[in-house]
């Protein structure tokens, strides 16, 4: 059965499908010119050689041709649009900048306005500039949006996609390190980031005259309450052309630099949470019982070599990094952004295939946009994906904290991993168990070791089992083949 | 910067009219920074012609001077 997803269709120069796996981009009879031109341009050929946007190829025309009438029944779908298929490398796990520690956002600012200075020369430009043309292979970010580019007009001395920029990345980093608002809570609530008026509203006193709130928050905020007719507001969003080319280029330059600043400006802070000390304080593990778990853990990634793994719960990353050391490519999630950002940092200072993301697993990031579809959940997209999934010392906050059952967490485990879990299983006796159950011992004592057991082979077979601590131990299972 | 910040302030900080779009503050104000960029690029070119014409004074002075 093909299946069918569709990435991107806001564009009215064409439209994005996942199909059957391949990312196909279908783009509109009045581009293919255009297209066919950029697709030639020297340096489109080095950002796609420096992997900074996926290797795209031009469908050969019966390959269009077969896939016009393999997707007849879309009806939504007129082919006849449509002049070629583009199709481009699949990045290995999409990630939304909602999932994002700060770090991955103001990575992602500085690697599209660097686009921008790169591509400036070559009188080429972006349509747009938002995080969600952004995805990241690892720590390192690809700008996805083979149609953003366009030709510039080289006498054109203003950057239309300033004010997006501002709204979805430098507002976002703003509000985040001046009033510590979390990512999700901003990019789920409005997808094109945040006005300057609503910051504006945030701050008060001093703050308005810091330098990055001055020219981005009040100036703004105050001019678009000066008194405006209609014919001045449509006289502002016309094209502005400077006298000369190499005018309009340095006036560009200039605002693109001045962006950066902003940029290095609202560099995140390493921050500090209640977990990004976890694997130090020794509140759960003594040194010795943190080395066992080392050794098992280890062991076990390498008799597995899992190709793509999951690490549920992920802290600082200490498992992740050590299945990244063995091969293995991971996506690593918790709830705390401060320790995904701690692990962002590691992973890309390391070079470590490693994609850490601000996910709550009780709560995992919903499907949404459009008809619900245009971002997809992160349970949707993580179907199929991953042979290995690791899940240590985290099903405890999930049946207490969160009050999943075990057998929802056991489903969901098996529906997450196509082969192999790597499981610890936490005692009521354990002191960090006891700390978080709050005195309402009786509403857990159910959750012995013999009841995980008859839960989790319901989906598994079980393959070893060993001791990580005074009352945890570690588990390896394989998946039941389903029925 | 603060002195336009305040007149601005004062001018307008109270005065709230019917629907505008709310991108307009940014694209103003980066129209203002092309204008002051635009500013800086002439700028830059008049002291380059004066540099140009100072050393082709100083050139033709040295070579006056040798002769």
Known sequence: MSVIDFCSFRDPSGIVLKYNGRILRLVKIEQEQHLRKMVEIPVIHQLIKSRSIPATDILPEKEFKRLENELSSLRHVQFSDFALCLEHEAIPFPSYPYEWAPEMLHCAAEFTLDICLKILNQNLGLKDATPYNILFRGTNPVFVDFLSFETRDPTDQIWTPYAQFVRTFLLPLLVNQQNKIPLNQIFLNKADGLEPENVYQLMSGYKLIKPSVFTLVTLPTLFSRLPQSDQNESMIYQRKKAPSKEMAKFILEHILKGLQKHVRRLMPKQNKSKWTDYFRKEESYSKDEFKTKEKIVLRLLQQLKPKKLLDVGCNTGHFSILAAQNNASVVAIDSDSAVIGTLWREARKSSLDILPLVVEICRPSPSIGWDNAEYLSFIKRSKGVFDTVLMLAVIHHMSVTSRIPFEAIAKKSSELTTRHLIIEFVSPEDPMFRKIVRGRDLLYSHLTQDYFESVWTRYFNLLSREQSGAHRLIYLFEKKDEK | ?67
């Open chain 2, 1 to 67: 910067m603060l002195s336009l910040f305040l007149i601005l302030f004062s001018l307008i900080h109270d005065s709230l009219h019917a629907y505008t779009d709310p991108g307009t503050g940014s694209m103003i104000w980066q129209l203002l920074m092309a204008a002051g960029f635009g500013l800086l690029f002439y700028a830059r070119r008049i002291i380059d012609w004066v540099k140009s014409l100072w050393s082709k004074d100083i050139s033709i002075k040295d070579a006056d001077n040798k002769e």
